[in-house]
């Protein structure tokens, strides 16, 4: 389980659509408000397990070349300590105990840009976001609770912990494409539904 200094987001039931149809009977329709977390991370795919992350001890101009290198606007960032670090790593593989925090675009602007400091002297565990002001989510988190996490608090990105161990980090760009996504499908039923496919 994770530490209890990061607030991990409580399960809640999410609402389910249905759309009537001629026939009397009533179709699932899938929303924002029925998904969770874990559909995500399965539509992110294979990058879930691969997710880029930084050490402590990295430069921090080597942590903004590597966001902006695959698009990314955070890292997450372990601490492994004495033991090696394995650059191929998975972070499924990593506890979620070798967490020290987050680095992300805003900490670069207001930590390194605004304060006038080198990216290139300073280090990543000098300017990230730590472990204890963290808030986590698992795989069994709404997705509606999630964004509501990530606007209420300010944040643009959020770390799931799944028993313990890294599952990903999912970003407020992500549950944007999932609302998209849905509504794209809402709009093909609906079209159908007007054109007579659920007759």
Same mark, same amino acid.
């Given at each position: 389980?994770?530490?209890?200094?990061?607030?991990?987001?409580?399960?809640?039931?999410?609402?389910?659509?249905?759309?009537?149809?001629?026939?009397?009977?009533?179709?699932?329709?899938?929303?924002?408000?029925?998904?969770?977390?874990?559909?995500?991370?399965?539509?992110?795919?294979?990058?879930?397990?691969?997710?880029?992350?930084?050490?402590?001890?990295?430069?921090?101009?080597?942590?903004?070349?590597?966001?902006?290198?695959?698009?990314?606007?955070?890292?997450?960032?372990?601490?492994?300590?004495?033991?090696?670090?394995?650059?191929?790593?998975?972070?499924?593989?990593?506890?979620?105990?070798?967490? %020290? @925090?987050?680095? +992300?675009? /805003? #900490?670069?602007?207001?930590?390194?840009?605004? $304060?006038? =400091?080198?990216?290139?002297?300073?280090?990543?565990?000098?300017?990230?976001?730590?472990?204890?002001?963290?808030?986590?989510?698992?795989?069994?988190?709404?997705?509606?609770?999630?964004?509501?996490?990530?606007?209420?608090?300010?944040?643009?990105?959020?770390?799931?912990?799944?028993?313990?161990?890294? %599952? @990903?980090?999912? +970003?407020? /760009? #992500?549950?944007?494409?999932?609302?998209?996504? $849905?509504? =794209?499908?809402?709009?093909?039923?609906?079209?159908?539904?007007?054109?007579?496919?659920?007759?």
């Amino acid at each position: 389980m994770a530490p209890a200094a990061c607030r991990v987001a409580e399960q809640t039931k999410g609402a389910t659509c249905f759309m009537s149809t001629d026939a009397g009977t009533e179709k699932k329709e899938n929303t924002i408000s029925t998904h969770k977390i874990a559909d995500l991370l399965n539509l992110k795919g294979p990058q879930v397990g691969n997710s880029f992350w930084c050490s402590t001890g990295d430069l921090v101009i080597d942590a903004v070349h590597m966001m902006v290198a695959n698009n990314v606007g955070a890292l997450l960032v372990f601490d492994f300590g004495e033991e090696a670090t394995d650059r191929k790593r998975k972070m499924a593989d990593i506890n979620y105990q070798a967490v %020290a @925090g987050i680095i +992300s675009e /805003r #900490d670069y602007m207001k930590k390194i840009i605004v $304060d006038g =400091r080198s990216s290139q002297l300073t280090k990543v565990g000098e300017i990230m976001t730590r472990q204890t002001n963290l808030i986590t989510v698992t795989p069994e988190t709404p997705m509606i609770q999630a964004m509501e996490l990530m606007v209420e608090n300010h944040i643009r990105h959020i770390p799931v912990v799944d028993s313990g161990k890294m %599952a @990903g980090l999912v +970003s407020i /760009r #992500d549950v944007v494409r999932i609302v998209v996504q $849905d509504h =794209r499908e809402e709009v093909d039923r609906l079209r159908e539904f007007i054109s007579g496919g659920y007759m």
